[in-house]
Each structure stands twice: as C-alpha cells, then as structure tokens.
C-alpha cells in the first residue's frame, strides 16, 4: 500500500488548511486511518483517527479546532484543520491499516507563521 498526502504549506495563524492522503495499490483493504504529527526536537503525535466505520478520535490539542473524514471509495482520508497555531507547525504523516499491517506515507509539512 502507497500513501501519498498533500495539502501541506505556510498558513497564518488563525488560518486553515485541509490536508488529505490516498492510499493506493493492489488487493488491499483499508481500516483504521489516522494523521500524526512530528515537530523538529519532539515525539511523533497521534493527531486524529477514523475507523472503518466513522468514528472519530482526536488529541486535545486539536479537538474542537479539527475534522477528520475518509471517502472509502477513494481510499483517502481528510484532516481539516482550522484556527492553526505556530505550535501545529510539523510534519503530517498518514498511516493506515490493511489487513492487519501498518503503513506510512511520507508526510506533508505545515508551517504556521505569521
């Protein structure tokens, strides 16, 4: 399973940005899929997660200011994500489920400065 996320860029604090990644590839199933983040000196953070069937979870530093959404017939997952901060600046990274394996994609980086 390929992920590719884009979505990624330079957004003013308060703005917003919707970022997605497609999963591709043969003879897969796609579960749970979910959005991490990494800051340059900081662990990897769990951002947000759908499973197969909708439900949600997110972190507390981004609930209330995110969404999270897949359309299963192109096996691609959302994140929208509003009211940005600088400290939400980090690399995005997708993972997904299938078959009871994990995958990464290569992430996409949002910066936040004014």
């Known amino acids: 399973v390929q992920l590719q996320a884009s979505g990624g860029g330079l957004v003013q604090p308060g703005g917003s940005l919707r970022l997605s990644c497609a999963a591709s590839?043969?003879?897969?199933?796609?579960?749970?899929m979910r959005w991490y983040r990494q800051a340059p000196g900081k662990q990897r953070e769990l951002v947000a997660s759908?499973?197969?069937?909708?439900?949600?979870n997110f972190a507390d530093s981004v609930k209330g200011r995110s969404t999270i959404s897949r359309d299963n017939a192109k096996n691609t997952v959302y994140l929208q994500m509003n009211s940005l901060k600088p400290e939400d600046t980090a690399v995005y990274l997708c993972?997904?489920?299938?078959?009871?394996?994990?995958?990464w994609g290569q992430g996409t980086l949002v910066t936040v400065s004014s």
């Open positions: 759908i499973t197969s069937s909708g439900i949600t």
């Open positions: 590839g043969s003879r897969f199933s796609v579960s749970a």
């Open positions: 993972n997904v489920d299938s078959f009871y394996r994990t995958y």
